[in-house]
């Protein structure tokens, strides 16, 4: 999910916090409670300082590490002994309860997301995403600042956040069997698919697709249970030439063909400089792929330029490469 989400989360899940006895008997526990799962909502998300680098090892490392199994239990025992240095009297072991519950709530809500954790690691660096809900979900974040205003107005919190995570359970479900109803019907379309990706939107009744069977390749959308093809591509297998091999060994193609799933590729040929580009097919918008990875190389092959990352237009990409004379 987004920051913004994970912060309401991590709000929401304090109020729930004061059903337990133990943290509503003491307000050193009730307030190191509340600090504990505002941060460890966060805390899996400190990799995105890695975008400060580059697009490249942001991309190949977000949701990675800092999400996987191991962390998942590292991090309430740093945030719990940094917490219980300021409020001693709180109770140590609840404090740590609450603050895994608020870790494992971030990680486990990011899987049903299109871009998906590697949550499986150490033992599989493979992408769990479901893709159920998008990454900023407007009906979860205003139940929760719906939720966060009648905390204020003088609600029970714990009580009010119990209700509300019940309806969020009811529409993670409902989700679910909306994107099982569309997996089915692009089936019928294609029945000779040999891999399909539907990937939610910011509208409850609109979902991306993308799917492949042995020689082309498909994109679409669903809207209302209707599905429609867009656009449709010959699937060429990515040739092991030299000018695409040397592309492999770039940082930020490399990158990109760790992440995507699906993808055509593009080889252009100019007078001093040979392009190569990947483009992902599961974020189609207004046309427009945006997702891409883009390298340029001399005669030599030696990278002049690489980009990866969104792009919304040629012009920007060609400003992000900063293309060479002719």
């Known amino acids: ?44 998300d400190i990799d995105t300082v890695l975008k400060l680098r580059n697009n490249a090892i942001y991309i190949r490392n977000h949701r990675g ?3 996987s199994i191991p962390a998942v239990f590292i991090w309430p025992l740093l945030i719990t002994a940094v917490v219980y240095f300021l409020f001693p009297e709180a109770n140590i072991l609840h404090l740590w309860a609450w603050t895994f519950a608020a870790v494992f709530i971030h990680v486990f809500v990011d899987i049903f997301n299109a871009y998906g ?46 209700i509300m995570y019940v309806i969020i359970f ?32 910011l509208r409850f009744h609109q979902w991306r697709i993308a799917a492949m069977n042995e020689n082309t390749f498909f994109v679409g959308r669903a809207e209302n249970g209707e599905v429609n093809i867009l656009d449709r591509f010959r699937r060429v297998p990515v040739p092991k030439t030299p000018v695409i091999e040397a592309a492999k060994k770039d940082e930020n193609i490399s990158a990109f063909l760790s ?14 400089y040979y392009e190569v580009r990947f483009i992902d097919l599961r974020y189609r918008s207004n046309g427009h792929y945006p997702f891409v990875a883009v390298v340029q ?11 990866t990352g969104w792009v919304y237009s040629e012009k920007k990409l060609r400003k992000k490469l900063r293309i060479i004379p002719g």
Do not use: C
């Not at 929401?12 to 006895?21: C, F, I, R, S, V």
């Not at 109803?181 to 939610?200: G, M, N, Q, Y």
């Not at 190389?297 to 980009?307: A, E, F, G, T």
């Open 1 to 44: 999910m987004d920051t913004g989400t994970h912060v309401v989360m991590g709000i929401a899940l304090g109020g729930l916090a004061t059903l337990d006895p133990v943290v509503a008997a003491s307000s050193a526990t009730t307030t190191s409670v509340f600090i504990g799962t505002i941060v460890g909502s966060q805390i899996p």
């Open 65 to 67: 590490v800092t999400h």
């Open 117 to 162: 954790t590697q949550a499986l690691r150490p033992f599989t660096s493979k992408w769990v995403a479901l893709g159920v809900i998008n990454t900023f979900d407007p009906f979860i974040f205003t139940i929760h600042v719906v939720g966060i205003i009648i905390w204020a107005l003088g609600a029970n919190p714990g009580y009010t956040f119990l």
């Open 170 to 201: 009811g529409y993670y479900i409902k989700r679910y069997q909306a994107k099982k109803s569309v997996l089915a019907e692009v089936r019928k379309l294609i029945p000779d698919a040999t891999d399909i990706i539907i990937a939610p939107t």
């Open 259 to 272: 992440f995507s799933p699906v993808y055509r590729w593009e080889v252009d040929e100019y007078d001093n």
């Open 297 to 307: 190389l001399d005669r030599d092959l030696k990278v002049i330029n690489s980009y």
